[in-house]
Each structure stands twice: as structure tokens, then as C-alpha cells.
């Protein structure tokens, strides 16, 4: 059975930082990728940020590059998104997810997915 369970949202300022988590059990049956997406009040799912369990690179988002970090625990079967200098327009549902995709941005191509965590910046 796998399941995703994202926490750490919450509200903050901008320019503030905050730490997501999302803790995946069945990790054996999950695949090999974790991303996250996000998606914002009338707006469609966006991807924001990607990881292997293995080797490789992490992906971004051009609107998240150099602000958001990408990381894993395979220990703890844990994926985090670490966010700083978060901006009112960050503001969404954040969601983890997991799967083999042959993009890891595509969010169509991820198999299992958390309820996702709010994330609220004030200006």
C-alpha cells in the first residue's frame, strides 16, 4: 500500500521561510521519482520542484529556481521541500506525489499522490 503525507504549511509572511515534508510509506511499490506541485485558487497544477530516490539531478521550476530546495531521506522515506523568500504568488495547496514518469514534471505521469498542505504567504 502507498500512501503520501505532506506537512509544514501553514502562513507566513513574505520573505519568510518554510520547510514541507511529505512522508511516503510503500516506498518499495512507489516508484522511483517524488515531486511537488502546487496549485493555487482558480489556477491549474503547476510543477514546482522533482527528485529521485537514486542518483541525479533535482528539477525546478524557473519560478522556484534558486528559492526552493529540492531533498530526500531514503532512510526515512522522506521527501522535503525546503522554501525561502517566499512571495504572495507561492501561495497554493501543496501536493507531493510519486511514480515512475518519464517527465518529472508532468504531473499526469505521477501514479500516487498526497492530499496536500496550504501554504499561505502575506504581503
Known amino acids: 500500500q502507498v500512501q503520501l503525507v505532506e506537512s509544514g504549511g501553514g502562513l507566513v509572511q513574505a520573505g519568510d521561510s518554510l520547510r514541507l515534508s511529505c512522508a511516503v510509506s510503500?516506498?518499495?511499490?512507489?516508484?522511483?521519482?517524488m515531486g511537488w506541485f502546487r496549485r493555487a485558487p482558480g489556477k491549474e497544477r503547476e510543477f514546482v520542484a522533482a527528485i529521485a530516490w537514486g542518483f541525479g539531478p533535482s528539477v525546478y521550476a524557473d519560478s522556484v529556481k534558486g528559492r526552493f530546495t529540492i531533498s530526500r531521506d531514503n532512510a526515512k522515506n522522506t521527501v522535503t521541500l525546503q522554501m525561502s523568500s517566499l512571495k504572495p504568488e507561492d501561495t497554493a495547496v501543496y501536493s507531493c506525489?510519486?511514480?515512475?514518469?518519464?517527465?518529472?514534471?508532468?504531473?499526469?505521469?505521477?501514479?500516487?499522490w498526497g492530499q496536500g498542505t496550504q501554504v499561505t504567504v502575506s504581503s
Open positions: 510503500g516506498r518499495t511499490f512507489s516508484g522511483d521519482r
Open positions: 506525489a510519486a511514480g515512475t514518469p518519464r517527465s518529472m514534471s508532468n504531473s499526469d505521469e505521477y501514479a500516487y
